[in-house]
């Protein structure tokens, strides 16, 4: 097995046999989602494809494996620990866990180099891949109501949206669907 497929298979485990998390098939899917804005991003902007791939990949893994709380840092070290053991050059671990620490907007540091900023910015692209599985697994997972879970999903939706317009080739790419899920969930849901 290739070294990519290891780490594949690490992260999957993670995620589906994660205590944390009732929607563990939601966190894999989160993460190709993840992946597949960043390398589409990469290519756009002439970025370190394989950087961008394996810091998608290995993001959250803290997040799965421990808690939300500073999860860019438990996901680091785990990542550092993951990529060591592979054998993974030096220098292209120092990247990756880089672009793994710097991946929440909310956190310090702030992201810097290209792989870094499309890192992050793939993470906030993938929610609109998931509107409403969110939507749903917050309900669910919470115990709101449909309105508190459409309000919840409309904060994130903005949210979201602050973080992919800092690259505008992500503006571009997701506008239209980001219009489009601004309308759906403008509407607000009498239930009781
Ligand atoms: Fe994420």
């Not at 944390?20 to 990469?42: C, D, M, N, P, T």
């Not at 997040?63 to 053991?85: F, N, P, Q």
């Amino acid at each position: 097995m290739d070294k990519l497929k290891k780490v594949e298979e690490i992260v999957k485990a993670s995620c589906l046999t994660s205590k944390r998390f009732k929607a563990h098939k939601f966190q894999w899917a989160h993460v190709q989602s993840v992946r597949k804005f960043a390398i589409e991003l990469a290519k756009k902007l002439n970025a370190d494809i394989e950087i961008v791939d394996m810091a998608a990949l290995l993001h959250d893994i803290g997040r799965v494996r421990y808690s939300h709380e500073d999860h860019e840092k438990t996901s680091a070290e785990d990542s550092e620990k993951i990529l060591k053991e592979l054998d993974y050059p030096n220098e292209f671990i120092k990247k990756v866990i880089r672009a793994v620490l710097t991946h929440r907007g909310s956190a310090l540091p702030e992201p810097e180099t290209t792989e870094e900023k499309i890192v992050a910015c793939a993470d906030a692209m993938s929610h609109f891949d998931n509107l409403l599985t969110l939507f749903y697994v917050y309900m669910r997972d919470f115990e709101k109501t449909p309105e508190e879970a459409r309000e919840w999903t409309v904060g994130k939706i903005e949210k979201a949206w602050r973080k992919v317009c800092k690259i505008p080739e992500a503006k571009e790419l997701l506008e239209e669907k980001y219009k489009a899920a601004k309308l759906i969930f403008a509407d607000k849901i009498q239930w009781d």
